[in-house]
């Protein structure tokens, strides 16, 4: 069923039924770029959470002894469905978040080749047998942690949820996962794929609600025995710290405020061309989003040049628009802090050398901004913009450089520009981040491990590393005779 606006809509996903609110409590889905209500997101109750729990705990069970070849199979179905099925969850997502249709539908398309990577890890989840004295086997074996609580936000309606949920039944655990309000059709969509590729009941269930409400209640609940968030750094210490209080291990992927060092030696125009495409993807929101700009001084005119070049040239619009390469901001909260972060930066002496405004029209739109001469008491310096500012600051000395790059207490990803091998790897040495590209601006990949360092979190997504919050290791020692 859908809406008038051709939106699904949108039901819970517990113990293998779809089904709305207990109370029927609902909040207003809206379109960032008509500001529209198009739907409604039911709201769970204490009741419906604890349905979700008592299914979870009896889902683990089952999958957990579902044999990996069996598991591998059903999620791989998953992964051909997501990605015949990728252009209408691509529509959904623009419709609910905003980004351009080709980068939603590209999305949706690379959410499935993670899962078909996390479905093959499942076979490569190897223990070891120890040499040990005669008579004694010892050996180390890796076992799903059980039931899994995950947050996602909404800025990769796709791609949030399904790193954790193909970890976890990739590992062989079952998991409530509790997505955005504001994306929520995305989310349903994704679990739709694994319900027609034959998961069992249970094992995955989705649910929406009061952020507060919802974490508190499953995380102090006995069933759960990992929580995984992706999202701000405040709202992960509460949940971190509430996972610490019944001794419960987290993942946390947090936010960041990712520098970008433009060295004397690289090429000025090719890395603010660079930097610039990855600045205004998803309109700047994203936690490894380049936000810090530190150019050498001898390139920092060439270099904001052409920044203000790239910027100019976005084209921002409905994301539903053919042409379109910069959609709205998703809600009314980031276009306040856009204006908030800008002003504060004028007012402190930077210049708007482009944008710097909300754009006048319906919907939540800011134009591509760069500012120069920012001072380092800028808000915008100290504090991650989430959408499309870009401040750019000029150095002279390398390792001053470094040193304001790593002053913030966020590890999340960095960025640097150089032709010198030595000074990459100077670079590399010395950037405090989880997450290096070194003459690009590259995104997460299935294959490779991502995560922060500091307060942008701790744990990894993605690689080999993406199982090991979802496995316990437990050691067997087996006295065979006497």
């Not at 125009?269 to 700009?293: E, L, Y």
């Not at 790059?405 to 590890?411: H, K, Q, R, T, V």
């Amino acid at each position: 069923m859908t809406t008038d606006h051709g939106y699904p809509a949108v039901r819970m996903h517990i113990a293998g039924e779809w089904c709305p609110g207990g109370t029927g409590r609902t909040a207003p889905i809206v379109n960032p770029a008509t500001e529209e209500v198009i739907g409604e997101v039911p709201l769970a109750t204490t009741a419906d959470l604890d349905r979700a729990l008592d299914a979870a705990a009896a889902g683990f069970g089952t999958w957990r002894d579902t044999p990996v070849a069996r598991r591998t199979a059903i999620l791989h179905t998953a992964a051909d469905l997501l990605t015949e099925r990728a252009g209408e969850v691509g529509r959904i997502m623009t419709l609910e978040q905003g980004k351009p249709l080709a980068e939603a539908t590209g999305e949706a398309r690379r959410v499935a080749d993670t899962l078909r990577w996390h479905a093959d890890d499942a076979r490569r989840a190897y223990g070891r047998i120890i040499p040990s004295a005669p008579g004694t086997l010892l050996s180390v074996r890796r076992e799903p942690i059980g039931p899994v609580a995950a947050f996602v936000p909404w800025n990769f309606p796709a791609g949030g949820p399904m790193r954790k949920i193909s970890s976890a039944l990739a590992a062989g655990c079952s998991i409530v996962i509790k997505a955005s309000e504001e994306t929520p059709a995305t989310a349903a969509a994704l679990v739709g794929c694994f319900v027609d590729a034959g998961l069992p009941a249970g094992v995955l269930n989705l649910v929406f609600g009061e952020p507060a409400e919802v974490s508190a209640h499953l995380i102090a609940s006995p069933v759960i025995r990992l929580v995984a968030f992706t999202g701000s750094v405040p709202v992960g210490k509460l949940l971190a710290a509430a996972a610490g209080e019944v001794m419960k291990p987290s993942l946390m992927e947090l936010g960041g405020h990712a520098p970008v060092i433009v060295c004397a030696d690289a090429d000025p125009a090719r890395a603010a061309r660079r930097a610039a495409q990855a600045k205004f993807a998803n309109a700047g929101q994203v936690c490894t989003s380049p936000s810090r700009f530190l150019v050498h001084e001898n390139l920092v005119d060439d270099f904001t040049a052409e920044f203000v070049k790239a910027a100019e040239a976005v084209v921002v619009g409905d994301g539903m628009a053919e042409g379109t390469t910069m959609g709205p901001l998703a809600n009314e909260r980031r276009l306040r802090a856009m204006e908030r972060l800008t002003a504060d930066a004028v007012r402190r002496g930077a210049t708007v050398r482009t944008g710097g405004e909300r754009l006048d029209r319906a919907g939540y739109f800011f134009a591509p901004t760069v500012l120069t001469d920012v001072p380092p008491n800028a808000d915008l310096m100290r504090e991650e913009p989430f959408g499309p500012l870009a401040p750019v600051t000029a150095f002279s000395d390398l390792d001053a450089a470094l040193r304001t790059a790593n002053e913030l207490p966020y590890g999340l990803a960095a960025y640097a520009f150089t032709e010198s091998a030595a000074t990459a790897e100077h670079l590399v040495r010395e950037l405090e981040a989880g997450i290096l590209s070194v003459n690009h601006c590259g995104g997460s990949v299935s294959e490779a491990p991502s995560g922060g360092v500091k307060e942008s979190g701790y744990g990894r997504e993605g690689g080999p590393e993406a199982l090991d919050a979802y496995l316990v290791t437990k050691r067997v020692s087996h006295l065979l005779a006497g």
